[in-house]
């Protein structure tokens, strides 16, 4: 029996622009572009590290922002395909900016206003409040505010957001331990976005009746009984 032009699937002439143009190819572009930036960012920033490393091998604060910012990229190439993203300009500059700020800090030493001594351990248990919580966020994982699925248990059963608390922490121990102007600068610039991505994503996020029930469970962002 033979099939003609008319019997043929609905819409299949120009089923391929169609689908080309559709949200979800371009939505696809757009994170394929931006995990190739993340890797492009994180191939400068752990060059960076590693020969700062090597002409100093003691500098552990170095080699403990090293793997914190390494872990971030990791985690994002990793993450799965978001449910609800926020594509805005003015949200993906901040986002990237808060994310990937710290390719800028200088690693030259600096003041010790705390002896590395001091703050090399304390910024290793920050590390590890960070890998608490990418292993509790798990896939989840997001650099722009987006909701890839609700997670409450590990590490968020204490602050909703464990991880920004960790690079925080990690960032001031980092910044006390060789302190400049320029990093401070930085990293001021670098916390203020930060608090922007948390509060767009909570927003993203208490869209479901899930986050809101957490909300009113889980009362800090970073810091129980401050922030």
């Known amino acids: ?113 705390v002896p590395l001594y001091i703050a090399a351990p304390l910024q290793f248990l920050a590390l590890w409040v960070v890998i608490w919580g990418k292993m509790s966020l798990g896939r989840s994982f997001a650099i722009l505010p987006a909701n890839r699925g609700v997670v409450t248990s590990g590490a968020y059963r204490f602050v909703r957001h464990p991880i920004y608390a960790g690079y925080l922490a990690g960032h001031i121990l980092f910044l006390l331990s060789s302190f400049s102007i320029y990093n401070f600068a930085v990293y001021a610039i670098i916390t203020l976005f930060q608090i922007h991505r948390i509060l767009r994503e909570e927003r993203i996020l208490a869209m479901t009746d899930e986050y809101r029930d957490y909300l009113s469970r889980v009362r800090y962002r970073l810091c129980p009984g401050i922030f």
């Open 1 to 113: 029996m033979a099939i003609s032009k008319s019997d043929a699937l609905p819409g299949a002439e120009n089923g391929f622009w169609s689908g080309l143009q559709s949200s979800a190819v371009l939505t696809d572009l757009r994170e394929g572009l931006f995990r190739f930036i993340a890797l492009a960012v994180a191939a400068v920033f752990i060059y960076r590290g590693v020969n700062n490393l090597v002409i100093d091998s003691g500098r552990l604060n170095v080699l403990m922002l090293l793997i914190s910012e390494t872990l971030t990229f990791v985690w994002l190439l990793l993450a799965r395909r978001p449910l609800v993203r926020d594509w805005s300009p003015l949200t993906v500059f901040i986002s990237l900016t808060a994310g990937f700020g710290s390719a800028l800090v200088s690693l030259q030493q600096g003041i010790a206003i």
